[in-house]
């Protein structure tokens, strides 16, 4: 899900959802430049759609690319252009399939597991950099008038400098990948409560942006949750309410037979149910499906 929110004039957050690969990128730069440096990590990150070997190797890889086509297009824009990008790939290559999370910059992943939410990502910016000094609590930092600050992003001529996690799957878990814009708006407590109510998700993500423009919707808002409904040797059951019987012992494509939806917040739409090329795009906005909770059109 992604909304524009109440304050901006575009939305310059990218997403991709394509199997392993499942990413939120924010844009930098001013409206054209944030809207093409974020589209353009997604694109480099589209290339590993499908695949069974991708691994953290892999990741970095691809984010330098994405950060040279940044650059490039950066080259003639007086602020030129960079974004932040969090997202989580799964790894089916090692002893036990995980998730490699990655991060570069203040949009973030966290973890739901046994009922506990716990932030996996640790935001690169000015006020997490006062926090860990002790300088700044938490609980002041998301209303610090540099909160908008990050010390690392893709572009601006800088090396990527991501970080990562490795977090093994466990039937029942969920994961909540987001830009800042609903993390500004919602603390922890609230993205817990959300997390907690065993809707589909679908319905929480949905859920999440409401109630991020409720509380002022101040920047784009981008949510992906995704739910492990099942894990190899592990024989607990997802209890969110989900049309499907899991992936156990099959490929990526038996489990995803269509191409799922993959949208940049831009401006055409194709909504859960039909087939979807690799560039289809949908925003909250344009497709009323998204709005509507629902999953076809």
């Known amino acids: 899900m992604s909304d524009v929110g109440r304050r ?3 939305n310059e957050d990218s997403v991709i959802v394509q199997p392993p690969v499942f990413a939120v990128a924010d844009g930098m ?18 290339a590993l759609a499908g695949r069974d070997d991708v691994d953290q190797g892999v990741v970095g890889d691809v984010l330098v690319l994405a950060a040279h086509d940044i650059d490039d297009l950066g080259e003639h ?6 974004t932040t990008v969090t997202g989580a790939v799964l790894d089916v290559a090692g002893a036990e399939p995980a998730f490699v999370i990655f991060n570069v910059g203040d949009s973030r992943v ?12 640790h935001d690169h910016s000015v006020v997490q950099e006062l926090v860990d000094q002790g300088l700044l609590s938490a609980a002041d930092a998301e209303t610090h008038p540099e909160s908008n600050v ?36 919602l603390p922890a407590p609230r993205l817990r409560l959300h997390l907690a109510a065993r809707l589909s998700a679908a319905e929480t993500a949905s859920a999440l942006v409401d109630a991020a423009l409720a509380a002022g919707g101040r920047d784009n808002i981008t949510v ?3 739910d492990v409904l099942e894990a190899p040797g592990h024989t607990e059951r997802s209890v969110y309410n989900e049309d499907s019987t899991g992936s156990r012992g099959r490929s990526w494509h038996d489990v995803f037979p269509r191409n799922p939806l993959c949208f940049r917040g831009s401006r055409t739409c194709t909504c859960w149910g039909r087939a979807a090329s690799p560039t289809s795009s949908c925003t909250s906005r344009t497709c009323p499906a998204v709005r509507s909770r629902s999953r076809s059109c």
């Open 150 to 185: 990050v010390t690392r992003a893709l572009g601006f001529h800088e090396a990527p400098r991501p970080d990562y996690w490795s977090v093994p799957l466990r039937a029942g878990m969920r994961l909540l990948l987001c830009s800042d814009g609903l993390t500004k708006e």
């Open 224 to 226: 992906i949750v995704i």
């Open 77 to 82: 824009l007086p602020l030129g252009a960079g």
């Open 110 to 121: 966290y973890s739901f597991v046994g009922n506990e939410l716990a932030q996996v990502t």
């Open 8 to 10: 901006r004039q575009a």
């Open 29 to 46: 730069g001013g409206h054209a430049a944030g809207d093409l440096a974020s589209a353009a990590v997604v694109d480099r990150l589209l």
